[in-house]
Structures are given as structure tokens and as C-alpha cells.
């Protein structure tokens, strides 16, 4: 009696034309909950059915992979190209292809649904990318912070356009929510979304000069972040702006003049007022205490006001 193994076929999907200066970084995806080791190492584990390994020299690797129970999924070499990025998808029965604008045959896992292509953008000027998140986070661009809008939003400025990588945790254990390449065009302001599979996606592109003209066009509107010491609900003007139980909230576009303030404390219910005299087209960081009120810390002009 002889066991036979479903036919396993290595589709090999170069995302990005550019050499491999630092190894090349290969992301191996399966149809099922996996475990992978290329050349008998093993990578990083971006979530169930997807594996990351960097630095990989360009070749004849050989790559292995398991599944549930330790069941054989793949045991075979494929050449990795000089590129700075390399998939490997590993799919049962049937090699999984998909071009741009066709359909895909049923059972074809999500990610590999065909996705649009993004906009062809020939600008190599520095982008502006704003990362969402579905839950509280903490958001790295190629290994590096932003400025934190709100506990769900992150912004990212003078992004060089090209790939760029976008990794996610929060949570009470800290735990990764999402990790992933976006091709970030160059001139823009992108919006990119992490969803609770662990993918990343571009879900909104805009030209960075047409954004900002018409924001000469109208009055200097202001920038105030309010950093609460403990979760507080901020009002403006009689009107409550951003979630409740936050520490950290940007108000956009406040008009310049005086507006009334409020921060209410959750744990305690203290309640704190002030006037705030909010200057045209700045930036004002303001601190909320319970023991010392509402307090600017900072002042400074936007960037891009005359």
C-alpha cells in the first residue's frame, strides 16, 4: 500500500524589480495554518498561514513546509530571483495565478484575490501616509514611529515612495495586529488600513499638492493636540470631539479665536474648563491634568503656513 501526496506546485511572484542589496525578503504564504523552514531555517511567523524570511541570497533554496498535525505540505527547491522582495504561495492540486482584473476560481485563498493595481505615480517627492487601525495600536513604518492622532491613527510624514514596511501591535499583551508591504507612491497623501487578518492595504490615494491647495484658499484653520494624563472625553465649543476614555486627541481645523475647552476625567469625574485662545494655521499641544487643569505646552506654525 503506497501513500500518495496531492501534486504541490511553488508559484513564484516577484513584487518588486529591484536588486537584492541586503538579501531578499521572502514571504511564504499557505493554504492552511503552516509552519515553514527555507534552507532549514526557520523565519518569522507573520500570521497562521504566512511566513517572512529576510536576507535571503539569491538561488536555489530549499523550502519546507508542514501543516496541521505535522502533515506534509511542500518539500522542494525554488529559485529565489535577485529582487528585493520574492512570494512563494503554496497551493494544493492546482498552480494559483491571478492577473490584474480577472476573476478567481472558487476556493482561491484571499490573499490571493486579485488586487487594482495602484495609481503609476513618475514622483519621487516625499508622501504623507496615515495608518488606521481597528483596535488601539502602536504603528511602525519601516521600523519607525509617527505622530499618534488618536489611539487608532497613526501619521506618517516625508515617507520616501516605494515599498514601504507597515507592522502594527497593541493590545493588552502588546501582540501584532498587522504586518505587510505597501507600495506608497511618490507626491501623495495615502491612507492605509490594518484589518484584523493581519493585512495591510492602501485603501485611499490623493495628490499632495491638490490636498493642499484648496487649504490655502480658506482661513488659517489650527491643529490642537490634547494629551490627557488619565482617559478623558474632550469637548470644544460644547461639542464632544474624538472617543471617549482617550489620553491622546487631535482636533483639525479650529478656527482661530477663543474656544471653550472642557476635559472630563473618566476615573473620578473631575471635570476641568479653560478659554483657549487658539493663533491662524498653528500647531498648539495642550496637556490635561486632573492636579493642574489644562496647560499649553507648545506652540509652533503648521508646516506649509506663509
Request: one cysteine or more; a positive charge.
Amino acid at each position: 500500500m503506497s501513500l500518495r501526496w496531492p501534486l504541490l506546485s511553488l508559484s513564484l511572484l516577484v513584487s518588486a524589480p529591484a536588486l537584492a542589496v541586503d538579501g531578499v525578503a521572502v514571504r511564504v504564504r499557505c493554504t492552511e495554518k503552516c509552519t515553514v523552514v527555507l534552507d532549514g531555517k526557520n523565519g518569522f511567523r507573520v500570521n497562521d498561514t504566512t511566513w517572512e524570511f529576510k536576507g535571503i541570497t539569491p538561488g536555489n533554496r530549499r523550502l519546507d513546509a508542514t501543516g496541521v498535525l505535522s502533515r506534509p505540505l511542500a518539500g522542494s527547491f525554488v529559485v529565489i530571483p535577485d529582487v528585493a522582495t520574492a512570494d512563494v504561495f503554496l497551493a494544493s492540486n492546482k498552480r494559483i495565478i491571478i492577473e490584474p482584473g480577472s476573476s478567481t476560481m472558487p476556493g482561491t485563498p484571499e490573499w490571493a484575490e486579485p488586487r487594482p493595481p495602484a495609481p503609476a505615480s513618475t514622483s519621487k517627492a516625499p508622501s504623507v501616509a496615515t495608518v488606521k487601525c481597528q483596535d488601539d495600536c502602536t504603528v511602525l513604518l519601516d521600523g519607525k514611529r509617527g505622530v499618534r492622532r488618536d489611539n487608532r491613527t497613526w501619521e506618517f510624514r516625508d515617507v520616501a515612495p516605494g515599498q514601504r514596511r507597515v507592522e502594527g501591535s497593541g493590545g493588552v499583551f502588546n501582540r501584532r495586529q498587522f504586518v505587510g508591504y505597501v507600495e506608497v507612491p511618490g507626491g501623495s497623501e495615502v491612507t492605509i488600513q490594518g484589518d484584523s487578518k493581519g493585512h495591510v492595504t492602501l485603501t485611499e490615494q490623493k495628490d499632495l499638492e491638490a490636498t493642499r491647495q484648496p487649504q490655502a484658499s480658506v482661513a488659517l484653520t489650527s491643529l490642537v493636540h490634547v494629551r490627557c494624563t488619565k482617559p478623558c472625553t474632550v469637548t470644544l465649543d460644547g461639542q464632544r470631539r474624538g472617543t471617549s476614555n482617550a489620553t491622546n486627541l487631535s482636533l483639525r481645523d479650529v478656527p482661530p479665536g477663543e474656544h471653550a475647552l472642557e476635559v472630563d476625567f473618566t476615573v473620578g469625574g473631575k471635570l476641568r474648563r479653560s478659554t483657549l485662545a487658539v493663533p491662524a494655521g498653528h500647531e498648539l499641544f495642550v496637556t490635561a491634568s486632573e492636579e493642574h487643569g489644562i496647560q499649553v505646552t507648545n506652540t509652533k506654525p503648521l508646516t506649509g503656513t506663509p
